[in-house]
Every structure is written in structure tokens, then in C-alpha cells.
């Protein structure tokens, strides 16, 4: 028995049940659980190893995980400093088998975002009646919205990456908003090292880092192509 491990489990329920709605609460399991699990093939290739858990213990696991870490992030845009069990946190999240994948956290976004069913009503029966010019331009609104709702999704999981990083890094970060605002980040770590290593500029840099940046540039160009 691992006491600890059942001290952090009792740590991140409490943190779901503050997190979330009351009537989310109540619904965890349609509203998010559910919804993870649609997710388990795209969440399983984000690990290199396979994962020897069914997919309902999988969606359970990434569910809790996953409101846990974005209650605790949503925490640092009102700290004006770091404690001691902030930096734990940092030190446990930072570790590379312990990332969350964004599409997970953007899919919890989603689902507590979303209007509280009965909240927003439709529109009333003459208004159904009406040509089909009219439900043609509802249908291009209604596509506009939902991408809005998306583009705010990522800025929001953004914001809350940012303000961790911000409070954690001990090297600078760039201030560029193309970067700041790059949504192609497939957890918290890959933001933060962008963060960092592209706030880095040949030109400010001696000869001997220009080389040593330059090299690594090249590495990771050639891995990639590979």
C-alpha cells in the first residue's frame, strides 16, 4: 500500500469537486468521463508505450487527472508568488510520463463550457417555419460560433499554460504572441520548452552558442525529416 498515493487520489477528487459545477459534479460521467473515452484511441497514441488498462479505467484515470490539472492551474492567475506545494506540483508535472495531452484538457473545457442543458432554448415554432434561405444563414452562424468556441477553448487552456509557466521557469520566455499563442502543443511540457528555446536569437548570442544552437537546430531538422 502506498499511503501517499492515497493521499494524492483523496487531494485530486476534492479538487474535481471544487473545480466543477455542482449539477457537473453530479454528471461527471456523462458529461466528461464519456466523452474522454471517445478519445481513447488519439490518447493512447500520444504514449509510446502501450497501456495496459481497459479504456473505461483509461477514461476514468484521464478525467480526474484532467480537471485535478486544470483546477491547479487555473490557481496561479491570482498567486503573486510560489509556495512549497506549488513547487511539488511543478516538480510532478514537469516530468515527461506525467503529461496530460491537450486534447483531453480541451475536451473537459468543452464539456463543463457548454450551456447547462434546458439553459438555452431554441427558437419558437413560427421562426422554425421560415424559408430555407433563413435556416441556411442559422447554419453558417451556428458554424461560426462553434469555431469561436473552439479558438477560445485553446486560448483559455493557453492562458492557464502561460500563467504556469511564468511562475516556474527560471530561464526567460518569449513575449511573441505567434508562439505564446501556438496551439499545436500536444501537452504542458511542449509549451513550456517552446517558450524557452524560442525565446533565444542566433544573433544576440557569442560565436560559441551560435554554434552550439545552430547544431542543435540542424539535430532536430534532421530528426525530423528522418
Known sequence: MRPDLDEMNRRKLEAVKIFLKPEQYRNFKSLIVDKVKELEPSVRACYSKYLDIDGDTLAWIMSIDGVYLLHRLSTYRYKGSVDSEDRKFAQDIAMLENQMPVIVLEEILKAIQAPVEGEVQGADDDDEAGDGEDEE??????????????????????????????????????????????????????????????????????PEVRILLGSARLGSALVEGA
Open 137 to 206: 444563414e442559422d447554419d453558417v452562424e451556428e458554424e461560426d460560433e462553434s469555431e469561436n468556441e473552439e479558438e477560445n477553448k485553446e486560448k483559455k487552456l493557453n492562458r492557464l499554460f502561460l500563467s504556469f509557466c511564468k511562475a516556474h521557469t527560471p530561464l526567460g520566455l518569449t513575449d511573441k504572441a505567434g508562439i505564446l499563442g501556438d496551439t499545436s502543443n500536444p501537452h504542458l511540457l511542449s509549451y513550456m520548452y517552446n517558450l524557452i528555446v524560442k525565446n533565444w536569437s542566433l544573433g544576440d548570442q557569442s
